[in-house]
């Protein structure tokens, strides 16, 4: 993964939160805090959230902003926000990997297939959960090319 579009900064490992809204603002929040989109995206995560659940399945949520936020991404990004205890996120599923997307242009397409590829493997969600330091966490998502 480019170091652009993923580094260190962009990861928080033991995370907690009380809903799915606050796991959402907070991966919204590293995409802010890194300069990858305007701070108005992370309203139009929650947006996208409302209209159909980001939840993937094997514990993993991949908030986005909606179609029209897409003028709000400044440079493509990724956040990674790892959530031991789980969040729940309705229906009974409990996400515990939110992996927030700001592509720029076509460029989530391509970020989402390589995410889909690795989140495909269960021994990889348990990769993640188990991902100590944000330098493993990223190594891991950097396999996936």
């Not at 805090?33 to 939840?55: F, P």
């Not at 997307?101 to 021994?123: R, T, V």
């Not at 993640?128 to 996936?144: G, P, R, Y």
């Amino acid at each position: 993964m480019d170091k652009n579009i993923l580094n260190e900064k962009n990861i928080t490992l033991n995370a907690s939160f009380s809903s799915k809204e606050d796991a959402i603002k907070q991966t919204g929040q590293i995409l802010v805090e890194n300069g990858h989109v305007e701070a108005s995206y992370i309203e139009k995560m929650l947006e996208r959230e409302e209209l159909t659940s980001t939840y993937m399945g094997n514990f993993v949520a991949i908030p986005h902003g909606t179609e029209d936020a897409k003028k709000m991404v400044l440079n493509s990004g990724l956040s990674i926000v790892q959530v031991p205890n789980g969040v729940d996120f309705g229906s009974g599923n409990i996400v515990k990997v939110l992996i927030g997307i700001a592509g720029k242009g076509n460029e989530h397409l391509d970020i989402l297939s390589k995410i889909a590829i690795l989140c495909s493997e269960e021994e990889n969600i348990n990769k993640i959960l188990q991902a100590s330091s944000e330098s493993e966490m990223l190594s891991l998502f950097n396999e996936v090319n």
